[in-house]
């Protein structure tokens, strides 16, 4: 049973900066396994925003490409989302997901507010 916790979420001003953190905890070879950002405004579907496979590999979707990097650390069981360059659009919760053969797994969510 994997757990995701994230953290990181606030109120931040346009053009400015923030760090999102999604903790692992039940995942045993943790390394091997994709891990994703998605984020959610309510109305809207979930959407993709960032993921990084097992080998480092990341994608991003286009409206955060230059702007976001997805990071991990392996030996924390964490994977990293640092957003700078903030836009009122970029408002939403913040999800950390990562799947296995049985099932999905979400984290339970943080907050971003871009706005002055």
């Known amino acids: 049973q994997v757990q995701l916790v994230e953290s990181g979420g606030g109120l931040v001003q346009p053009g400015g900066s923030l760090r999102l953190s999604c903790v692992a905890s039940?995942?045993?070879?943790?390394?091997?396994?994709?891990m994703a950002w998605y984020r959610q405004v309510p109305g809207k579907q979930r959407e993709l925003v960032a993921g990084i496979s097992g080998g480092g590999r990341t994608n991003y979707a286009a409206s955060v490409k230059g702007r976001f990097t997805v990071s991990r650390d392996n030996a924390k069981n964490t994977v990293y989302l640092q957003m700078s360059g903030l836009k009122p659009e970029d408002t939403a919760t913040y999800y950390c997901f990562t799947k296995r053969v049985t099932r999905d797994y979400w984290g339970q969510g943080t907050q971003v507010t871009v706005s002055s």
């Open positions: 039940g995942s045993v070879g943790f390394s091997i396994y994709d």
